[in-house]
């Protein structure tokens, strides 16, 4: 089985700091990790995806993350945070063979300081 | 190319009541999943259907039931209704061999 923990349900940073939300995950084979943005009353919207290859995989808006087997983690980082960075964040695993079953860890809201 | 479309998106129903909600997946998609969001449980996997056929299942009561039609087109059902199924219900769809999910806006469901 597999299973997601978001360190941190908020972060605050003010405009233009850095931004790192944290992701561990559990599997017991590879994993294919994601992660999700969700804009209140909206849906997800995919950020990035680890699947195979590459271990840094770079996404929409200025984010990337960096798939780390030594650690289970799959950090979610962007250099500069902009106003419209406040969301709520999720990170995501599934395994092959059972893409439409993505275990979800349980959100990090990100705050943007002015 | 549409996206994923939920329907409606907001819904109040009475507890004891059966709800059903609608979800049509993107284009030549054939793999539609359902999640449960809320505040406390966050987001909880229902089930997944492929070609019409329920291929994975999460771990809620059998209140909670679901079907793909020939077309893809999804349909999920709560019976007797329950203040805690108030929820945003989200369906998502992949491709075949896919790895991406691509969601829907969802449909926010409220018991009373």
């Known amino acids: 089985a597999q299973s997601v923990t978001q360190l941190g349900s908020h972060v605050s940073v003010s405009e233009g700091a850095l931004v790192l939300l944290r992701c561990n995950y559990s599997?017991?084979?590879?994993?294919?990790l994601f992660w999700y943005v969700q804009y209140p009353n909206q849906g997800l919207q995919l950020l990035l995806k680890?699947?195979?290859?590459?271990?840094l995989v770079k996404g929409i808006n200025g984010f990337e993350a960096e798939f780390k087997k030594s650690e289970t983690s799959f950090h979610l980082t962007k250099p500069s945070a902009h106003m419209s960075d406040a969301a709520e964040y999720f990170c995501?695993?599934?395994?092959?063979?059972?893409?439409?079953?993505?275990?979800f860890g349980q959100g990090t809201e990100l705050s943007v300081k002015p | 190319k549409a996206g994923v479309t939920q329907t409606p998106r907001y819904l109040i129903k009475t507890r004891g009541q059966q709800v059903t909600l609608s979800c049509s997946p993107i284009?030549?998609?054939?793999?539609v999943s359902w999640y449960q969001q809320t505040p406390g449980q966050g987001l909880q996997f229902l089930f997944e259907?492929?070609?019409?056929?329920?291929?994975n299942k999460g771990n809620f009561p059998g209140r909670f039931s679901g079907r793909q039609f020939s077309n893809s087109r999804s349909e999920m059902n709560v019976s007797t209704l329950e203040l805690g199924d108030s929820a945003l219900y989200l369906c998502?769809?992949?491709?075949?061999?896919?790895?991406?999910?691509?969601f829907g806006q969802g449909t926010r469901l409220t018991v009373v």
């Open positions: 599997s017991s084979v590879p994993p294919y």
């Open positions: 680890y699947t195979t290859g590459a271990t």
């Open positions: 259907y492929f070609s019409e056929t329920q291929r």
């Open positions: 284009s030549g998609h054939r793999s």
């Open positions: 995501a695993v599934t395994v092959y063979n059972q893409g439409g079953k993505l275990i």
């Open positions: 998502a769809s992949s491709a075949q061999g896919g790895t991406e999910a691509f």
